[in-house]
């Protein structure tokens, strides 16, 4: 982190023939309210991560008991890997798109949004078949010393996949807005996301299903995610110049 930081510190601090440099500080609150806004779609991730958690171990601790705390801590740990893979993805691309968005280069955008979303999907499926194959070997991997619970986890694996192959779209589509400086938008699906699609599974899926419930909340709201994402991107499609070129009528 140090030297990340140090590195193009000094480099901008003695590098004047760049567009870029140090100079004198200079206040600007609508800049700063502006930047806070993009980004409040990931303080409401984090924040509600955290929620969700406490949500899904009160749950669990409920239904199973200190099992069912250990098989989600597995889960976690492997959607936490799955879902970098997006999350980098995301970032990596989110400067080329906010580049052609403020250039006007709507057709590139449009073409940068197809190539991505079949990216993203035919990763999802690869994923998801990974988790599929993989559950069982994970699950023997971290909680080999419990039979009952490597047990339990292979099936948690099992039904906790399908989340992978909705997952991709609705981490871009999120990061898509903030690209292109939608950050309301973006805040409205990382929030419906993260806290309201889970926290109503979690609580009504268990009633209804038992405890497999549980698991298929994140596959729910994954699913009500990427619904959604096509939606505001229908939305605001002549926002954002996706619209279709209409044949003039005879």
Known sequence: MIIGGLVP????????SSPLYFSKLKWNGKYIRKACLNGSSEMLTNVSMSLV????????????????????????????????????????TAPILSYNYGAGRKEELKKLLK????????SSLLMFAAAEVLG??????????DPELVE?????????????????????GSGFFTALNDGVTSAVISFFRTLVFQVAAVIIFPILLGVDGIWMSIDFAELSCFALVFLFLYLKRDYFGFERKRTPSL
């Open 152 to 172: 339990l986890t292979s099936h948690a694996f099992h039904i906790y996949s399908f989340g992978f192959l909705f997952m991709g779209m609705a981490v871009y």
């Open 115 to 122: 190539r991505s979303a079949c990216i993203i999907l035919v």
């Open 53 to 92: 958690g406490i949500l899904y171990n009160w749950q669990l601790l409920h239904y199973i008991g200190e099992n069912g705390v250990s098989a989600y801590g597995v889960l976690m740990y492997v959607n936490m890997i799955f879902s970098a893979i997006f999350m980098g993805f995301t970032m990596g």
């Open 9 to 16: 510190l000094l480099y901008f601090w003695k590098k004047r």
């Open 136 to 145: 069982s070997p994970l699950s023997h991997m971290f909680v080999g010393y």
